[in-house]
């Protein structure tokens, strides 16, 4: 019998069972990254993950595991594509937040910003180079993030704090 595919909201409650199992140490990295694995074959999946491992206060992915790691890096152009889209996200949102006098979502934007920098250091360089640099094509609106940029209507401030993040990759 083939497995259905989770939902995007079953991959969250999916994602935020195993994150705080893991911070209660009732599951090891192994384990974890194995349940991880299975989670992220699918978009859905892996954008749940995303969602709470980015966005949580759990040290996951403060300090990741190296099974997580080599799991992370299995996922491939979905993985990478996912957070170079949390990275531009964040990084936007930190602006607007900031703008608002909104410093605890400011906070909250960085430390995903954060997390998704240290990430992408860490997937496989020749992918995330690719991405990256159509992403800096987007940005000056050229190629297909063009259409992903305009859809969140992204000002020249929030543009440039995306460029920045983007240029601080490479950085360690």
């Given at each position: 019998?083939?497995?259905?595919?989770?939902?995007f909201e079953e991959?969250?409650?999916?994602?935020?069972?195993?994150?705080?199992?893991?911070?209660?140490?009732?599951?090891?990295?192994?384990?974890?990254?194995?349940?991880i694995?299975?989670?992220?074959?699918?978009?859905?999946g892996a954008?749940?993950?995303?969602?709470?491992s980015?966005?949580?206060d759990?040290p996951?992915m403060?300090?990741?595991?190296?099974?997580?790691?080599?799991k992370?890096?299995?996922?491939?152009?979905?993985?990478v594509?996912?957070?170079?889209?949390?990275?531009?996200?964040?990084?936007?949102?930190?602006v607007?937040h900031?703008?608002?006098k909104?410093?605890?979502?400011?906070?909250?934007?960085?430390?995903?910003?954060?997390r998704c920098i240290?990430?992408?250091?860490?997937?496989?360089?020749?992918?995330v180079?690719?991405?990256?640099?159509?992403?800096?094509?987007g940005?000056?609106?050229?190629?297909?993030d063009?259409?992903?940029?305009k859809?969140?209507?992204?000002?020249n401030?929030q543009i440039?704090?995306?460029?920045?993040?983007?240029?601080?990759?490479?950085?360690?």
């Amino acid at each position: 019998m083939k497995k259905e595919k989770n939902t995007f909201e079953e991959s969250l409650k999916i994602a935020l069972l195993f994150c705080n199992a893991w911070d209660q140490e009732e599951l090891s990295d192994e384990i974890l990254a194995d349940k991880i694995s299975d989670l992220i074959k699918t978009e859905n999946g892996a954008r749940g993950f995303f969602v709470i491992s980015l966005s949580s206060d759990s040290p996951l992915m403060d300090r990741l595991p190296d099974p997580i790691v080599q799991k992370l890096r299995f996922g491939g152009d979905l993985i990478v594509d996912l957070t170079v889209r949390n990275l531009t996200m964040s990084s936007a949102m930190a602006v607007t937040h900031k703008r608002n006098k909104q410093f605890d979502q400011e906070n909250s934007s960085k430390r995903i910003q954060r997390r998704c920098i240290e990430l992408l250091r860490l997937l496989e360089p020749k992918l995330v180079k690719n991405r990256i640099e159509s992403l800096l094509e987007g940005t000056k609106g050229i190629g297909k993030d063009v259409i992903f940029l305009k859809r969140w209507g992204y000002d020249n401030e929030q543009i440039q704090s995306i460029v920045s993040a983007i240029n601080s990759i490479p950085e360690n």
